[in-house]
């Protein structure tokens, strides 16, 4: 038993060129998954921030009897989304507002809503 122990030279190259080979082959099947779901995650993240924008505008117009701009709402930190996204409230009337989610960095895709809730931009999840 001892002599063929040390016959032995480990593998081979080629099983290891297999070895590495197949790594990467799931590796290009898995890493794009998972972005695509990170993605998705972070889009729902903003649609959240932007909903949490929405009642709070509904309810300073009930208070007010106006809609506010972004400070006027004491909403605090939208957590880990500002990190990557800027949000706004823009043409902001007595009677209507925008808000906006714009990605800080390219390709500076955006979600927003309005006071009737309608919801425009290109981060839009299609259902």
Do not use: C
């Not at 080979?21 to 099947?29: Q, Y």
Request: aromatic share 14%.
């Amino acid at each position: 038993m001892l002599s063929t122990l040390e016959d032995s030279d480990g593998f081979v190259w080629y099983e290891l060129l297999l070895v590495i080979i197949l790594i990467s082959f799931f590796a290009t099947l898995v890493v794009p998954r998972f972005l695509e779901v990170k993605e998705k995650e972070n889009v729902i993240k903003v649609e959240q921030a932007l909903e949490t924008i929405y009642r709070r505008q509904r309810s300073y117009f009930a208070e007010s009897g106006r809609y506010g701009l972004l400070d006027d709402l004491r909403i605090g930190d939208l957590g880990f989304v500002t990190r990557s996204f800027n949000f706004t409230v823009e043409h902001v009337t007595d009677s209507t507002y925008t808000a906006i989610g714009k990605q800080k960095k390219e390709p500076y895709r955006f979600m927003s809503i309005d006071q009737d809730s309608n919801w425009a931009g290109d981060l839009l999840l299609e259902e």
